[in-house]
């Protein structure tokens, strides 16, 4: 390197004395965000509707595509496509308590086309049936750092049910947090046969968005899987199978960006 005669000599020990300090000034310049504390119930509370919705009470709008299958002696066999849609606001409470206000919308589609089904040919037995659309809402649920408190929702009165939030795994800057919920009914509450429905619900998010304090929401991907039982219009009759779904979204800012 080129220095001018007269410079003033720095040894070693000066230069790295001056490098850190120009690293001290620069870090105090940004400084770094605070990392989260997901053993803390309302921050790990908080940081599970920032990936799931909105915690500054505005609407969120989520959506997935993907398959449901009959599993019939262990063979899986693709029925139609699935895509579903949720609404959802939470308005906090306190620390550790939301209240979520949500509405779903679900539409089973040809595996072909991607087209609306309204009538289906049921691959086993052959019977061509109507197909329902599916909505569930508008539902009004305690949302707390354990998971949902279905306890007083008319629906579960006939039914037990669980639904819990899994403990976060994390990897550099990526975080999941999956969500479980498993819901049983038996007979008559349920027909026939008992009423069986388990689902998990995994959401992806970046690390770094969610230690931001001024964000109120952010950029998730959604996986979802479920194993449930078969309902009457799907016409299985005796048939012994499980009814599997799997599917992939993610979360928009407006109706017109679904």
């Not at 209240?99 to 089973?108: D, N, W």
């Not at 569930?136 to 039914?159: E, H, Q, W």
């Given at each position: 390197?080129?220095?001018?005669?007269?410079?003033?000599?720095?040894s070693?020990r000066?230069?790295?004395?001056?490098?850190t300090?120009?690293?001290?000034?620069?870090?105090?310049g940004?400084p770094a965000?605070?990392a989260?504390n997901?053993?803390?119930?309302?921050?790990?509370?908080?940081?599970?509707l920032?990936?799931?919705?909105?915690?500054?009470?505005?609407?969120?709008?989520?959506?997935?595509?993907?398959?449901?299958?009959?599993?019939?002696?262990?063979?899986?066999t693709?029925?139609?496509?699935?895509?579903?849609?949720t609404f959802?606001?939470y308005?906090?409470i306190?620390?550790?308590?939301?209240?979520m206000?949500?509405f779903?919308?679900?539409?089973?589609?040809?595996?072909?086309?991607?087209?609306?089904?309204?009538k289906?040919e049921?691959?086993?037995t052959?019977k061509?049936?109507?197909?329902?659309?599916?909505r569930?809402?508008?539902?009004?649920?305690?949302?707390?750092?354990?998971?949902?408190?279905?306890?007083?929702?008319?629906?579960?009165?006939?039914?037990?049910?669980?639904?819990?939030f899994?403990?976060?795994?994390?990897?550099?800057?990526?975080i999941?947090?999956?969500?479980?919920?498993?819901?049983?009914?038996?007979?008559?509450?349920?027909?026939?046969?008992?009423?069986?429905?388990?689902?998990?619900t995994?959401?992806?998010?970046?690390?770094r968005?969610?230690?931001?304090?001024?964000l109120a929401?952010?950029?998730?991907?959604i996986?979802?899987?479920?194993?449930?039982g078969?309902s009457?219009?799907?016409?299985?009759?005796?048939?012994?199978a499980?009814?599997?779904g799997?599917?992939?979204?993610?979360?928009?800012?407006?109706?017109?960006?679904f």
């Amino acid at each position: 390197a080129f220095m001018p005669q007269n410079a003033p000599t720095l040894s070693r020990r000066s230069l790295l004395a001056s490098a850190t300090a120009g690293a001290v000034i620069i870090s105090a310049g940004r400084p770094a965000q605070a990392a989260l504390n997901l053993e803390d119930p309302s921050e790990y509370l908080t940081t599970v509707l920032k990936m799931r919705g909105c915690v500054d009470g505005s609407l969120s709008l989520g959506w997935i595509m993907g398959q449901r299958y009959a599993i019939v002696d262990g063979k899986a066999t693709p029925m139609y496509g699935l895509l579903a849609s949720t609404f959802a606001n939470y308005t906090r409470i306190d620390a550790e308590n939301f209240e979520m206000r949500s509405f779903e919308v679900a539409y089973f589609t040809d595996l072909k086309t991607g087209k609306l089904l309204e009538k289906w040919e049921n691959p086993f037995t052959g019977k061509v049936v109507d197909v329902p659309q599916t909505r569930m809402g508008p539902s009004i649920v305690p949302v707390m750092p354990g998971g949902f408190d279905l306890s007083d929702n008319p629906r579960m009165r006939t039914m037990s049910a669980n639904h819990m939030f899994r403990p976060a795994v994390t990897l550099r800057d990526d975080i999941w947090i999956t969500e479980e919920i498993k819901i049983a009914g038996d007979p008559p509450n349920s027909g026939p046969n008992p009423f069986r429905y388990n689902e998990m619900t995994t959401y992806n998010a970046s690390l770094r968005d969610l230690e931001k304090p001024d964000l109120a929401t952010v950029p998730t991907k959604i996986q979802y899987q479920s194993a449930v039982g078969f309902s009457p219009w799907n016409a299985m009759g005796d048939i012994d199978a499980i009814n599997m779904g799997r599917g992939s979204g993610t979360r928009v800012a407006r109706v017109e960006d679904f």
